[in-house]
């Protein structure tokens, strides 16, 4: 009698990955992107070998209602189911692995920094009271009490100091855009974003670290990316330096990208604080404009309007000061374990607009470019 056929564990996690529902599925090895900090798969799991990396693409009429002002929820809520799918798969992943006798740590998806210790988030309480105690002042039927005074002093010595030292640059637990891209899901555009050969940059990635040395796929031969720039031209903050490249090594496959300026540029425009530079006549889902964002600065003095923004949002109290709070509970706390309704982006312009062929980048951009502000929009 024929022993019966073992199916290769490669061959196996990728039918899970697929029957799940994930789009795009690949497997690289630890080694082949250990070399920088965030992609350094032993700083969440010692030992790891391989990474099985996964895809979901975006809904485009969902990506293009976002991006032509008609639709705002849309866009968060079905990034915030993909986050939640994402995540099941990567534990029906992590489930078969370790059920093979192997060890496996499934990633977060987003907003899982390095750089945020547990100090960081015993702030955010104190940010609430700040808050509140910010409103409560600036209510004609209310009056703070002398004690409340006195907090609310010392509460904006405190915060506003911290705000003033915030880093410009998160380091992520993980990198999965350097899994997808060494795993073969993609290539690194000239957005810095990955591009996929059928969904463009509209995806959500995640990854499972294993210490099953599973054998790798190898990354594109072609990148994706036609560099058209559309995405460059989406970006309300100035993150990408015009015409200056750089270039990049993810798993041996060199690329050639815009350079990048001060990450306080896209702070500044995808934390909701600003979400127009004037000189444009469209905005992101901000909901609002600090009165004197007219254009950022142009050079590194960005660093420290940045840190400023926060301060005067804060004093703003009110969605201004929400804001704040949902932005730093957000990179703090992390999306991941919040409901899937909460999730706001207000930009991701330069992802979204690379969709899936040139005719569909083309027609996003101008949908984006004639989508008017959020000034004017109900939001
Ligand atoms: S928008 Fe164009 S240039 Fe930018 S990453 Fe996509 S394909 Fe490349
Ligand atoms: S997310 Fe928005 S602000 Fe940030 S780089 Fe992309 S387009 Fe620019």
């Known amino acids: 009698m024929t022993e019966p056929k073992q199916i290769p564990l490669e061959e196996q996690v990728k039918k899970l ?65 993909m986050t939640k799918a994402l995540l099941r798969i990567g534990d029906k992943i992590k489930e ?59 509460l904006k010595k405190m915060i506003f100091s911290g705000f003033k030292r915030s880093p410009m640059r998160l380091v992520p637990n993980f990198s999965h855009r350097c899994a997808a891209v060494a795993a073969g899901l993609g290539r690194v555009g000239w957005s810095g974003n990955v591009i996929t050969e059928k969904y463009g940059a509209r995806v959500l990635f995640g990854s499972i670290l294993t210490d099953a040395k599973l054998t790798p796929d190898k990354p594109l031969e072609k990148n ?9 031209k989406s970006c309300q903050g100035g993150l990408f330096a015009k015409d200056e490249t750089e270039t990049i090594k993810i798993a041996d496959v060199e690329e050639t990208i815009a350079k990048r300026n001060n990450y306080g540029y896209c702070i500044a425009i995808c934390s909701g604080m600003a979400g127009q530079n004037k000189f444009k006549n469209w905005s992101t889902w901000s909901p609002f404009r600090l009165d004197d964002v007219d254009r950022l600065p142009l050079d590194d003095s960005i660093t420290e309007y940045v ?73």
Not at 125 to 149: G, M, R, T, V
Not at 225 to 231: A, E, F, P, S, T
Request: charged share 30%.
């Open 17 to 81: 990955a697929l029957d799940e529902g994930a789009a795009l599925v690949g497997i690289c090895s630890a080694d082949s992107i250990k070399d920088k900090d965030f992609s350094d798969a032993n700083f969440m799991l010692p030992g790891a070998q391989s990474i099985v990396s996964i895809a979901i693409p975006m809904n485009d009429e969902v990506v293009k209602k976002y991006l032509s002002k008609k639709d705002y929820l849309g866009l968060c809520h079905e990034e915030g189911h």
């Open 96 to 154: 078969l692995l370790e059920g093979k006798g192997f060890q496996a740590f499934r990633c977060n998806i987003n907003f899982n920094y390095r750089n945020i210790n547990t100090t960081s988030k015993a702030i955010i309480p104190a940010i609430k009271e700040l808050i509140s105690l910010i409103d409560k002042k600036k209510d004609p039927n209310s009056e703070l009490s002398q004690k409340e005074a006195k907090t609310l002093d010392r």
């Open 224 to 232: 994706p990316c036609i560099n058209c720039k559309l995405c460059e």
């Open 307 to 379: 840190q400023n923004m926060y301060v005067k949002a804060l004093e703003k109290g009110g969605k201004e000061a929400e804001n704040v709070l949902r932005l730093i509970e957000n990179s703090f706390l992390g999306r991941n374990h919040k409901p899937a309704e909460d999730f706001r982006p207000t930009c991701g312009c330069c992802q979204l607009v690379c969709g899936p062929d040139i005719k569909n980048k083309k027609e996003s951009y101008n949908l984006l470019v004639n989508s008017g502000s959020t000034d004017k929009v109900p939001y």
